[in-house]
DNA sequence: ACTGACCGATGCATTTTTTGCACTGATTGT
DNA sequence: ACAATCAGTGCAAAAAATGCATCGGTCAGT
């Protein structure tokens, strides 16, 4: 869009942090766009940019536009979204926010059901903690987010609420097999592999262990989900993970069974969008899909 | 705004009707101005207008578009009272759908209040009936809605409701007068003066009529209240109106009443804006500032 | 205190884009 | 059949954006 440039150049700058290096990003002079920098200023009637020996940086005037030109360009996206829609083709981007938890098999069985009957549909997937998610949503670069527990719930429309009980992952052959649901106690006597203190396993692991006069220190401390799943393989360890991340059972070398409610309450997995805004058909069409989906999880 | 423009021009297109007819309102040449339509719909990725042997007509995706265009714009105006409040300059313009009740006393009162404190801010002012005050609203085209008892409430986000009893207008001598409340079968004994059909009170009216069997037969019927509150001081005829259309009283050749709530139910005149609109600061404030003053009346 | 690297700003020539003019072909109403 | 519209197009002129060279300033390291 030749008329967005303008708003391309400014946010360019913006993450370049001077013009001569956005002018290297965008194949142009740093004199020409300079200009356009000072043109747009002068029409916009006020100075968006402060002039730093080291370079620019946007001032609150600069701030608020900002929200302006992202708002901008992710409604001409809804716009033509619809416009792709209402002449049969269903085209479109859909970006997603989600926790780690979703990588392995709920969104990729969710995006392939969804590519096959649009194929000119398109993703992107962005791993995020429940603050960054939420982050996401406002800046308008992501259109749905799917996380686990979040911190802050402002802006946020929630779409679908799934609970997840907290699942123990271990070795198989261990002990922990034999019963269908385990208490927390028997968990804590063995090592144990945690997420950090981002992520809301971990969360609802450290509230239910205080108060039962227990703390954790874990053997293993990782962001990764994948490293838990394999590890516990490795060692006579045990790792925390919610079920939807642990889908195909028993056959990776490890067993999971959940934790008894008493001892840990279950958290949420939680669907949403941006309080208020409208999204692009293919968004919209793809967050009813996984309500669904999570509804039948739910049904389960 | 110079990158504004091709919005400007589409615009124009679609109010004149016609290409060559838009160049003119626009002072360019026809052929230019076919161009840039051109460009545009080919960046767009789909036409916007239907060629027609007459003219230019928006299609369906040209009407999608037309939405994103005027939010566009009035996004960028908040954008600009905001950054010009910030500068410590209130600015801007504030923009009024009302019920023409507001107009003798209300709204002039309450602007020149906003204006004595903010000389920057310019207003305009738009006599709308109920309908018409909604779709202003959804077509961004005004800011705020002030009107009586108005029908479809869908997106609209309602900022105060001020009960309003109608009241009957009479010459001065009128033996209307003697009574502090006025039956409604007092007021039909005399010839009537009634607005149209489109408006709050004559419908508040017909309905209390119907339910004691009578029908109303005005000898003058209008759209001006104007006319109205004139015409009672020339001949012996009854009048209606609601009262914060009529606040300065009894010098002015005519005197007025409330009539019984029991006959005639009290309407609302409602005070509102597009729902999960931000407006800009100087009409968010003037909002705030009508709904105190009505407030105040509602508590007198 | 000096120096070199980097910053934004500006004058001027050059390139790119937009516009105006003249004209075409198609449709409609009289 | 004719006049009046309409959108679209080739080409030259006008306008706008860009590149180059250069200025004055700040800062970090020596």
Partial sequence: MRYLRTFELIEAVVRAGSIRKAAEDTNLTASALNRRIQGFEQEFGWPIFERLPRGMRL???????????????????????????????????????CSQALLPYFLPEQIAIYRAEHPGVTFSINVRDRAQAE????????????????????DFDLLYALPQRVHALYRTGSPLDDKPVLRLRDCL?????????????????EVAATSIGRTLSPAVETESFDLIRHYVTQE??????????????????????????????????????LKGRALPVASAKFGRQLVVALEAINAQ
């Avoid at 701030?63 to 619809?82: G, K, W």
């Avoid at 982050?135 to 799917?146: E, G, H, K, N």
């Avoid at 993970?241 to 008894?260: M, S, T, V």
């Fill in 59 to 97: 001032n609150p005037a600069g701030e608020l536009l900002m929200h302006h030109i992202r708002l901008q360009r992710t409604d001409l996206a809804r716009v033509q979204s619809q416009v792709a829609d209402l002449s049969g083709e269903r085209r479109g981007h859909i970006s997603i926010a």
């Fill in 135 to 154: 982050r996401d949503l406002a800046s308008y670069s992501s259109d749905l987010a799917l996380v686990f527990e979040p911190v802050h719930l402002v």
């Fill in 189 to 205: 006597d063995h090592r144990l592999v945690l997420p950090t203190q981002a992520y809301g396993v971990r969360n609802l692991l």
């Fill in 236 to 273: 006579d360890v045990v790792g925390f993970q919610i079920p939807i991340g642990l889908k195909p059972p028993h056959n990776a070398g490890f067993g999971h069974r959940p934790l008894a409610e008493r001892d840990v309450p279950p958290g949420q997995l939680l669907l949403g969008q």
